[in-house]
């Protein structure tokens, strides 16, 4: 059985494979679908963005679909960028932009008000049938400069206290095994697990 990823996020896809290709289902990204229109992402919240996506891969494909909608919320900021992570600085998606301009935004704000956290809604959808979701969050602390090299987005200034690093200086398989990202899928193979896979 086909899985779809709707998902043009490099980074996500590298984390999801990694997590859903031994399932023995056949990961798909929507990039190999031509004429996909990317869809608005003008929810009020993860999840309404992630069934949105999840939904209209499903209906384009004719396939099982999961899509992820995520982001960082900075306690600082009341949850600022939240669902808007990915064009914070502006229309185009530019991680090096977002994390300047919140690097800008909490200049003043002291060291133990630099809360915040990661959270993911993982979206399964049916063609023309049901919709699962499942959710995960990480907290962290949002670093005054970028450290490391790996990951993608916000990853070089997420500073994760129980590994004393950021999610850009840990490694794929270790950032899956405490990331949003990483708890929302362990929910959503139960799930894939549980409905799809033979
Ligand atoms: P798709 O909609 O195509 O999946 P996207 O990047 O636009 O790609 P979102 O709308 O869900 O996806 O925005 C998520 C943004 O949140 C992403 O672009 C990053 O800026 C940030 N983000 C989410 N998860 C992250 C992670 O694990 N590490 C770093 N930044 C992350």
Known sequence: ??????????????????????????????????????????????????????VAAAEFTGELSLADDSGLEADALNGAPGVHSARF???????????????????DVPDEKRTGRFRCVIAIAEPHGRVHTAEGACEGIILRELKGEGGFGY????????YKQTFAEIDLKQKNS???RGKALRKAVEILNRLYVN
């Open 89 to 107: 600085a502006g229309e185009l998606k530019d991680d090096a932009a977002n994390n300047r301009k919140l690097l800008k935004l909490l200049e």
């Open 178 to 180: 405490i990331s949003h």
């Open 155 to 162: 990853d070089p200034l997420f500073y994760v206290p129980t």
């Open 1 to 54: 059985m086909k899985l779809v990823l709707a998902t043009n996020n490099k980074g996500k896809v590298k984390e999801l494979a990694e997590m859903l290709n031994p399932l023995g289902l056949q990961v798909v990204p929507i990039g190999e679908y031509p004429g996909f229109q990317e869809v608005e992402e003008d929810g009020e919240t993860f999840a309404d963005n992630a069934i949105k996506k999840a």
